[in-house]
């Protein structure tokens, strides 16, 4: 079974960055997606970014174009979100998920950013904006 930890939150003052690390093990294919969420008190898991693992497509949801980066090492089979400019409005429990799209899946797609699409998880990292 394929397992993710996140890492990487944290307490941090608005206007500042952070970088995430989603770690996953117990898979050796190269096909499928990582995608970050995210869930604040009472609101809904909302993707925010995802990378193809095999084409290097990324993609975002609107809400955080520009400030959020996704990246993949793939050799440590590590996706990074970097998070810069945060808000108070970014504090959420921050999750990693993942598609195996071995056999199927294409390495020019973009990934999807509905919660629906996945069912591997983390456990999460937190993120509190605070002054």
């Known amino acids: 079974d394929v397992q993710l930890v996140e890492s990487g939150g944290g307490l941090v003052q608005p206007g500042g960055s952070l970088r995430l690390s989603c770690v996953a093990s117990?898979?050796?294919?190269?096909?499928?997606?990582m995608t970050w969420f995210r869930q604040a008190p009472g609101k809904e898991r909302e993707g925010v970014a995802s990378?193809?693992?095999?084409?290097?497509?990324?993609n975002y949801a609107d809400s955080v174009k520009g400030r959020f980066a996704i990246s993949q090492e793939n050799a440590a089979n590590t996706v990074y979100l970097q998070i810069n400019s945060l808000k108070p409005e970014d504090t959420a429990m921050y999750y990693c998920?993942?598609?195996?799209?071995?056999?199927?899946?294409?390495?020019?797609?973009?990934?999807?950013?509905?919660?629906?699409?996945?069912?591997?998880w983390g456990q999460g990292t937190q993120v509190t904006v605070s002054s």
């Open positions: 998920a993942f598609l195996d799209g071995t056999g199927w899946f294409l390495t020019g797609t973009r990934c999807s950013l509905q919660r629906s699409s996945y069912n591997t």
């Open positions: 117990g898979f050796s294919g190269s096909r499928g997606c």
């Open positions: 990378v193809n693992i095999g084409g290097g497509v990324t």
